[in-house]
């Protein structure tokens, strides 16, 4: 079912409606990578000198290009790995255009519901990315003892992070976040698996950068199913 969930949003992602939402995920996301690293590059050049002494050898020039020619390589890493969670965060502003979307489609007989307020899109999208960051960079200390299961464990991490998130921000639409998080510890191991099907696709290249779009539809497609399920 949970599949089903996945494929049924794949099938959407040449709705006009989700095209938008990925592109301004991405350029926000570039726009904010790229003055990150105009800060940063600034702020190195302003400390840096034009040359140092260096005993026996002399003056010697050129710290600055060396220092951002480094500081260009360490930006290059830093936003691979920063660019889903900040490309997911940024996608969160634009969540309820793909669940409307989902609806409209496939859900055509329910109610519509007022769109949530700016400042509590902002803080939501805020408070993932941090946790995302957060986790990440906490599971960096035990991904060397992981070994073959390193995979694995990056998967169950984000899966449940992604899991926990998507699923609240989507049900709570309609539930209220009380009612959303009753609701996902019900199912919790449904959740954490859909969630590990969309931290798969994160080590691709290019792919992942999808993975926060497909998210959001694919947990429409979930909650919808999960909420119409009879209580047992």
């Known amino acids: 079912m949970i599949l089903a969930d996945f494929l049924r949003a794949l099938r959407q992602l040449g709705d006009p409606r989700f095209r938008r939402v990925l592109v301004l995920g991405l350029a926000l996301t570039l726009a904010l990578l790229v003055a990150a690293y105009a800060a940063f590059l600034a702020l190195i050049q302003s400390f840096t000198p034009d040359s140092i002494e260096i005993p026996l050898v002399g003056p010697v020039g050129g710290i600055d ?5 480094g ?6 890493g830093l ?3 920063l660019m889903v969670p900040v490309t997911a965060a940024f996608t969160g502003f634009f969540l309820e255009d793909v669940v409307q979307a989902v609806e409209a489609r496939h859900y055509p007989d329910l ?3 007022p769109r949530p307020r700016l400042m509590d899109a902002l803080i939501d999208s805020a408070n993932f990315l941090a946790l995302l960051i957060v986790v990440n960079l906490g599971a960096v200390l035990i991904y060397p003892f992981a070994g073959p299961a390193l995979p694995l464990v990056f998967w169950a991490v984000n899966g449940l992070l992604l899991g926990r998130e998507y699923f609240t921000l989507v049900a709570m639409r309609r539930l209220g976040r009380a009612g959303a998080k009753a609701l996902r510890r019900r199912h919790w191991v449904q959740v ?3 969630g590990t099907l969309m ?3 994160l080590s691709v290249p290019v792919v992942n950068l999808l993975i926060p779009l497909l998210g959001a539809a694919t947990f429409t497609h979930l909650f919808q199913r999960l909420n119409a399920a009879p209580q047992g």
């Open 65 to 69: 290009t060396l220092l951002g020619l």
């Open 71 to 76: 500081s260009a390589l360490f930006m290059l």
């Open 79 to 81: 936003s691979i790995f």
């Open 111 to 113: 109610l519509p519901v």
């Open 192 to 194: 954490w698996l859909a």
């Open 199 to 201: 931290a798969a696709p």
